[in-house]
């Protein structure tokens, strides 16, 4: 309905205080991964097959980032196989988990209705605003309140 999500103080909505793209956000980072990884195959044309770097497929359609201003690393739905799939500039962990978009969202609804059965992160408010516990600077936590179901 948002068109993605613009965050407050620095955070989106979804757990990690990260953020929904917007269609246009998606198309531009998309743009910006391929154009990276041409880059990437024109050197890889040099290297052994061992030692190739991949890092967009055309497949991987980017969805939540780290934050609404960062792009430094977030989630994607992988169009091959549904699955999401985490992209990271530091080339940090994929991660264990498996989930496909409408689970993830299944689960960040459920983590709203039932707060106190969150697994993932904790939802709360600070100052009207869903913040959730994660990712929380020293100003914010001290202002957080947990939300009850």
């Known amino acids: 309905m948002t068109a993605g999500d613009k965050g407050v103080d620095g955070g ?76 990271s500039r530091y080339n940090e962990g994929s991660g264990d988990e498996r989930d496909t978009l409408v689970t993830y969202l299944e689960d960040v609804a459920d983590m709203l209705e039932a707060p106190a059965l969150a697994t993932r992160d904790k939802p709360g408010l600070v100052g009207g605003a869903l913040v959730w516990g994660s990712r929380l600077d020293s100003v914010q936590e001290e202002r957080w309140q947990p939300l009850t179901g």
């Open 12 to 87: 989106g909505c979804l757990p990690g205080n990260q953020a929904l793209m917007s269609l246009h956000e998606v198309a531009d980072f998309y743009r910006e991964q391929l154009d990276s990884q041409a880059h990437q195959d024109t050197l890889n044309a040099r290297r052994p097959e061992y030692d190739r770097i991949t890092v967009w497929k055309p497949a991987w359609i980017p969805v939540v980032p780290y934050g609404p201003a960062d792009r430094t690393s977030g989630l994607y739905v992988d169009a091959a196989t549904g699955y999401l799939g985490r992209w």
